[in-house]
């Protein structure tokens, strides 16, 4: 395996200049007639087509909750976003790509939506069309539109998508999404539209990670993240356009490729309202950017939105040099958007003039004149368009407001249903084979000459990882320094000796894009396992886990799987900013797995479990503790594979006076504490750990509170709002009339972590234990 580039002193501290390319602003010069001998009759008018079904599909949204659209009105309580201005961008882009070539947008998407799908329609076959709307949401929206539809399957899936668009928008069950995602997330992954993002800049790394995934798997097609001007004042656009040309991709994988990616920023000059250019960014010219990610300058290059050819010029040659290899390429697309940012907006930060300066350039007034002028289409030509456009938004229209036909969920089943498409594989019983062939290298012929009793909590975890790399191929893993230096705890250690790059690689640190471009490889069938190196490093990643992480399996109505795993430590000796327990945090988010085990059994069979299985899991460690063996199973950790449920609390040591919940690291502290107990007060404690946070099986506890009576619930977590107040609540509710006493909670100080020298007066000591033991006894 490559090792790290030699840093050279002789060539690093050479006097010389950084030298740039100039980048090309507008440079297609051709004008629309010229552009048009290269396109055919048909072509032409479908592209206008496209145009003007955008434009109008958005009219139809924008009017029916207001005034009315064509006498059709309906309630809308969500966000919408318009695209009016901006279709252009949306057409020549899909008229550039492939069935391979997918998409990511922003909450401004309605027109990606509709350009590139009606591309797919036109490009498949009326076999594959039909496949695909029998297929996607058992066939609802199908069973809707072809009642009303008599045509043939292409004006059929024209309806299709119209239909589900609308639904979706208006919150109805027949949405692409069950009306559960609305407008700014809706997406329709058969025709490559993978799903856009309600917050700025958030599709951004799940397109680094889907192109990830095809560089690595060798996949056909290319991948766009669609974004507006306004997401550069997001730190996650820098982290993932370095994360997407990092130099290893170039020097050190096999294949030394660029990722096949292009950064497509839709430049309409604001951002909500304040102006990106001239007052809120400091770029200038926004393509200037990528001269300061790679050497390449990553291909970039200023182009005019409002041309569809010269969109289509642009993807076109930026598409080769992805297929080439060079990738990935920055688009900076001047455009402008004629509607506010959203339908409430007034647009009380631009003037008229300004406005209807624009106006000259939209390009639903400029493409038909300019066909009509050329005489390559007839004004009758052009009006006949526009009313069949027209009639088939008002018939979709119709139906899609048509709550007989197209209802709404009722709050119970909406409730119903995100309950069970939140977590994906709660029902799975898994059956995967003990036998395997182990990966060879330095470790494994260390814990081979090793008796399982001596099997670490690092070594446990190293070997669940390492059987999951050898059973499962789409298996990734990368974070800081967890390569040759073999990450926290070395639970990595001896996996570079097996595994390339393209398998086990080191991350920039960027928090935020090694949770979310784990996301995107995810979005196309991978499954990933990433280190944060500590918990408090969680933070940094808090959009990405609390707004798209948690949240895409559900808003995606179960279509797509997470099984992504986040491996993160807490606690150790380096203070506030290294060592604090973020597990509430985490606990409290819809969405997320989340477990603590703390001994190598445990750590071995719930790290299995959550690597075999299809749901995010935040996977939390002790960093005191990789070093711990094992001491409740009687031969060690067993050498095959085995794995441990989730929710399943287990009994570490039996007793009859008083229950003790431990979550965490808290447990040895607790142990302690009850040979103390039951030497000098005879009392027997009965220890439970909770291993499993979230979900939590209340079953055990309750059973020993019934022998008991009584129970203590510690972590090593701050007090306040913590999961061991949460459990404590929930126990009082299920066992009022069992408990004798009201639960203590026992737990770190409502204060900064400390440096190690001050732990004893934070985290919960042996003496903690004995007297809350013995106030429960106190009669």
Request: hydrophobic share 40%.
């Amino acid at each position: 395996m490559p090792k790290n580039q030699f840093l050279d002193p002789n060539v690093l501290l050479k006097p010389g200049k950084i030298k740039f390319n100039d980048i090309d602003v507008n440079t297609y010069n051709k004008t629309m007639l010229e552009s048009f001998t290269a396109f055919s009759h048909s072509e032409l008018l479908d592209i206008y087509s496209q145009l003007l079904t955008i434009r109008e599909f958005e009219t139809a949204i924008q009017s029916i909750g207001d005034t009315g659209y064509h006498g059709i009105k309906h309630v809308h309580k969500g966000p919408i976003h318009l695209t009016i201005g901006q279709e252009a961008v949306s057409v020549g882009e899909a008229n550039a790509l492939s069935l391979d070539d997918i998409v990511f947008g922003s909450h401004r998407s309605h027109g990606e939506l509709i350009a590139i799908s009606l591309a797919q329609i036109k490009k498949r076959s009326e076999k594959e069309l039909i496949k695909i709307m029998e297929e996607y949401n058992n066939g609802s929206i199908l069973r809707i539109v072809e009642k009303k539809n008599q045509g043939d399957i292409k004006s059929l899936s024209r309806d299709f998508l119209l239909y589900g668009a609308m639904c979706e928008i208006l919150g109805k069950t027949n949405g692409f999404q069950y009306g559960l995602a609305g407008s700014i997330h809706v997406f329709f992954p058969p025709f490559g539209i993978y799903p856009n993002n309600g917050v700025v800049g958030g599709s951004a790394p799940f397109a680094v990670g889907s192109s990830l995934f095809n560089h690595i798997h060798k996949k056909p097609g290319i991948v766009v993240a669609n974004m507006g001007d306004g997401a550069l004042g997001c730190g996650i656009l820098f982290e993932s356009m370095n994360f997407a040309a990092m130099d290893q991709f170039r020097l050190l994988w096999q294949e030394k490729k660029g990722l096949p990616l292009i950064f497509s920023f839709i430049d309409n000059g604001y951002g909500m309202g304040g102006q990106t250019r001239g007052e809120t960014m400091a770029y200038d010219f926004l393509a200037r950017l990528g001269a300061g990610i790679s050497p390449t300058q990553l291909h970039s290059e200023r182009i005019n939105g409002n041309d569809p050819f010269s969109v289509i010029d642009a993807f076109s040659r930026k598409k080769q040099i992805l297929l080439d290899g060079a990738g990935p390429a920055l688009l900076d697309i001047v455009t402008y958007r004629l509607a506010g940012h959203s339908i409430s907006d007034a647009s009380t930060y631009r003037t008229d003039d300004e406005i209807d300066a624009w106006m000259s350039f939209d390009p639903l007034i400029v493409y038909p004149q300019n066909l009509v002028r050329s005489k390559l289409s007839s004004q009758d030509e052009i009006n006949e368009i526009k009313n069949k456009v027209v009639e088939v938004m008002i018939k979709n229209c119709q139906l899609a407001s048509d709550e007989k036909v197209s209802p709404f969920f009722s709050m119970t089943d909406a409730n119903a249903h995100y309950e069970r498409v939140l977590f994906s594989d709660n029902e799975i019983k898994t059956q995967r084979s003990q036998q395997v062939e182990r990966l060879k290298n330095s470790r494994e012929n260390a814990l081979s000459n090793k008796s399982r009793m001596q099997i670490t909590i690092s070594d446990a975890l190293y070997e669940a990882i390492s059987y999951a790399f050898s059973r499962e191929d789409s298996l990734i893993s990368y974070g800081e320094d967890v390569r040759e230096w073999g990450g926290v705890g070395g639970v990595y250690s001896g996996l570079n000796e097996s595994l390339a790059y393209e398998r086990l690689f080191n991350s920039p640190i960027s928090e935020a894009a090694i949770v979310s471009v784990a996301i995107g490889y995810a979005f196309k069938g991978g499954r990933v396992l990433v280190e944060i190196m500590f918990a408090d490093f969680l933070a940094r990643a808090g959009d990405e886990i609390i707004n798209q992480l948690a949240k895409w399996q559900s808003l995606s109505g179960g279509f797509f799987k997470l099984p992504i795993v986040i491996r993160t430590s807490v606690g150790s000796e380096y203070g506030a900013q290294h060592a604090q327990d973020l597990l509430s945090v985490v606990a409290s988010i819809p969405g997320l797995k989340v477990v603590f085990p703390v001994t190598p059994y445990d750590c071995k069979g719930l790290l299995n479990r959550a690597l075999a299985g299809s749901d995010p899991v935040i996977f939390f460690e002790s960093r005191k503790l990789y070093g711990k063996t094992e001491q409740f199973i009687k031969n060690g950790v067993p050498d095959e594979y085995y794995e441990i449920d989730f929710g399943e609390p287990d009994i570490k040591s039996s007793g009859s006076d008083v229950t003790i919940l431990t979550i965490g690291a808290v447990l040895y502290t607790a142990l302690e504490a009850s040979k103390i107990l039951l030497d000098q007060y005879k009392i027997s404690v009965e220890i439970i750990d909770a291993r499993s946070i979230v979900p939590f099986n209340y079953a055990i506890v309750i059973k020993s509170i019934k022998k008991t009576g009584c129970i203590i619930v510690a972590g090593d977590s701050c007090d306040r709002n913590s999961v061991m107040k949460n459990f404590a609540t929930d126990i009082v509710e299920q066992c009022f009339f069992t408990l004798r006493k009201a639960p203590i909670v026992i737990s770190s100080k409502n204060t900064l972590t400390p440096h190690g020298e001050y732990y004893a007066a934070f985290y919960p000591q042996v003496e903690d234990f004995v007297k809350a033991v013995l106030s429960l006894k106190d009669n």
